[in-house]
């Protein structure tokens, strides 16, 4: 399976200056040197704020903590929040279900009449429906959470991949000049 591209600086191997110097000036080009933004909605929501400070500390670390991400870094913490506050509700859901079964088990065998049984029924059907319809839920957001995250570490990716491997010239290069048919100047 191919490795991802690598920036400049965790390049190692034997690169002339000019290579690493137009490597790093390709590099520096794919960025627009402005630090990521944060939306008024992710400050107020606690839980995507510091989603958001997480995710930025890990960019500044490897100096992509641009603001060419940031929009889609801010949708990721919003879904991040969203998930969290569905899985809360599944958790209460589940209260609610556990609730009604203990309810059902503490009723005695005279107690439980056929309008009883159907009570009960279409009580836990409708909690069971609940907690269903919250796991769609949390799986569609975690889905465009994992799109978003596949999304940003192609970007990332690409923005590394659209850099030259090698300096455009090679008016420097003695053995590309031999091969040309050009003087070697001595230097071979």
Known sequence: ?????????????????????????????????????????????PVAHKEYLRLTKLLSTIQKNDALYGASINRYCELYSEVNAV???AVTQRAVLSKIEIAFNNLSDEEITSDELMKFTKLMTGALAKI????????????????????????????????PKQ??????????????????????
């Open 1 to 45: 399976m191919p490795r991802g591209a690598k920036t400049i600086d965790n390049c190692a191997g034997h690169r002339t200056k000019k290579e690493k110097e137009a490597r790093e000036k390709a590099e520096a080009a794919m960025l627009t040197g402005q630090r990521c933004f944060e939306r008024d909605c992710v400050k107020a929501d």
């Open 87 to 89: 899985k809360a509700d």
């Open 132 to 163: 269903a319809d919250l796991d769609k839920i949390i799986m569609q957001k975690r889905k465009m959470m994992s799109d978003i995250e596949k999304e940003n570490g192609w970007t990332v990716l690409s923005a590394i991949r659209a850099i």
């Open 167 to 188: 300096a455009e010239n090679s008016e420097d290069d003695a053995l590309m000049k031999i091969l040309q048919g050009g003087k070697n100047n001595g230097a071979v």
